[in-house]
């Protein structure tokens, strides 16, 4: 696979976020720096084009993963994903965040551990489900479909 197959830049819209509390922002921080270290993406019909720059919305419950070249110059693609498919994923991935969050302040480790498990498999669905609903447009590995999950859901987050 070439080098260039890879996401150089990304960029969250900004807009209608509201105050994040510090481990969101870090969960935010993290996802960014993973995936500009390593990716894999592939948008289909423009192999030649990358590396990309991606930024990430929601417009009219969808997220757009819109692709432009890494100098953003050109836009490539818009990918809009209805956010309907993720909705239950999310919603139950946001419960038990709060109950692990909650967790880690006062709970027995094992029960942190179950906690945890529980939301690493939500996240690994929520993984699984974008890569497929990805994959007529661009292709991406499972660890890279992980932290645009992560971003994903933090673009949902509201006040």
Known sequence: MPDTQHIAKIALDEKTVVRRNADIEHERKVAIFDILDQNSFIVNGFENDGPYSLHLSI?????????????????LIRIPLP????????????????????????????????IDMGRRGL??????LLKERLKDKAETDFDTARRLFTLMCILHIRG
Do not use: Q
């Not at 757009?64 to 070249?69: A, H, K, Y």
């Not at 996240?123 to 699984?128: D, L, R, V």
């Open 59 to 75: 417009e009219d419950n969808r997220l757009i993963f819109d692709v432009r070249t890494e100098d953003d110059s050109a836009e």
């Open 123 to 128: 996240h690994n669905e929520g993984s699984e």
């Open 83 to 114: 956010v309907i498919s993720f909705r239950r994923i999310i919603k139950d991935y946001f419960h038990v965040c709060e109950s692990y969050f909650d967790a880690i302040k006062s709970a027995s480790p094992s029960k942190i551990e179950a």
